[in-house]
C-alpha cells in the first residue's frame, strides 16, 4: 500500500485564523516532508522529517510551524498566513530520508485559500 | 549544483500516437532521476526512476524512460497514447552525492491528447 493521506482536502482560512493540516501513513516510512505548490509549478520543498526530528527547514516563515508526532504523522500548523500562502500543500513520505534512489510518495494535498 | 529542465511546457499528441515527454538534467556525479505525473487538483504520482543498470527503465501505466548518460537526458516515452494520459509530468533528479532527500524538479510539461 503506497498511500498517503491529507486531511482536510479544501480549507479557507483568514488571516487571522490558526489551522491545521495533517498528514498521515501506513507504509512504514520514517521520512516525511511536507511541499507548497503553486498552480502549474513544480513543488517546493518546506520541511523534512527524519527518524521524527526536522531535519530539513528550507527558511519557511515562523507562521508555518511543523510537528511530528510520530513516525507515521506529520502535521503542519498554520497561524496569521498572508494571501500569498494560497496554495496546494503536499505531504510525501520515504524509506529512510537519506536521499539517493529513495523515492517519495505524496499524499493528494490541502487545497489552502486564505482570505 | 543540480538543475533539470523540461524544454517543452507543453504537449500535444492525438491519441494512438507515440508520447515523448523531453528532460535534460546537470549534476555532480552520477544521478538519481525521477518521473512523476499530476492530475488537476490531486498529488504527484511516481511513474518511474532511473537508479543504475540498464538504462531503459519501465514503469506504471505503461510509460518507459530513458537514461542517456552522454546526452545527459531522461525522456518519458509511451508507444501509444490515451486520452487518460493528459496531465502534468515532472522530471527530478538527486544526484549521488546529496545526503538527504532534495529533489530538484523541472519545471513540468503540460500533456494534451485529444481523442
Known amino acids: 500500500d503506497t498511500e498517503v493521506t491529507q486531511t482536510p482536502k479544501h480549507l479557507v482560512m483568514g488571516m487571522t485564523n490558526k489551522k491545521s493540516l495533517k498528514c498521515e501513513q501506513h507504509?512504514?516510512?520514517?521520512?516525511m516532508y511536507w511541499y507548497k505548490q503553486k498552480a502549474k509549478k513544480p513543488p517546493e520543498l518546506m520541511f523534512v522529517?527524519?527518524?521524527?526530528?526536522?531535519?530539513i527547514n528550507e527558511s519557511v516563515p515562523s507562521r508555518f510551524s511543523p510537528e511530528c508526532p510520530n513516525s507515521s504523522l506529520l502535521n503542519l500548523h498554520l497561524h496569521a498566513l498572508q494571501p500569498e500562502d494560497s496554495a496546494l500543500y503536499l505531504c510525501?513520505?520515504?524509506?529512510?530520508?537519506?536521499?539517493?534512489?529513495?523515492?517519495?510518495?505524496f499524499g493528494p494535498g490541502t487545497r489552502l485559500l486564505v482570505l | 549544483a543540480q538543475s533539470v529542465a523540461q524544454p517543452e511546457d507543453q504537449v500535444n499528441v492525438a491519441e494512438g500516437n507515440p508520447l515523448t515527454v523531453k528532460c535534460t538534467y546537470s549534476?555532480?556525479?552520477?544521478?538519481?532521476l525521477f518521473w512523476y505525473v499530476q492530475y488537476p487538483n490531486r498529488g504527484l504520482q511516481f511513474l518511474l526512476k532511473?537508479?543504475?543498470?540498464?538504462?531503459l527503465v519501465k514503469g506504471s501505466y505503461g510509460f518507459e524512460a530513458e537514461f542517456n548518460k552522454s546526452q545527459t537526458s531522461f525522456h518519458l516515452k509511451k508507444p501509444s497514447a490515451l486520452v487518460s494520459d493528459s496531465a502534468l509530468y515532472f522530471c527530478?533528479?538527486?544526484?549521488?552525492?546529496?545526503?538527504?532527500?532534495?529533489?530538484?524538479f523541472g519545471a513540468g510539461t503540460q500533456v494534451v491528447v485529444t481523442p
Open positions: 510525501a513520505s520515504s524509506q529512510e530520508g537519506g536521499g539517493g534512489g529513495e523515492t517519495q510518495y
Open positions: 507504509m512504514g516510512h520514517r521520512a
Open positions: 522529517y527524519s527518524y521524527e526530528k526536522l531535519s
Open positions: 549534476v555532480s556525479g552520477n544521478p538519481y
Open positions: 532511473y537508479i543504475t543498470g540498464d538504462n
Open positions: 527530478a533528479v538527486r544526484a549521488t552525492t546529496d545526503s538527504w532527500g532534495k529533489f530538484q
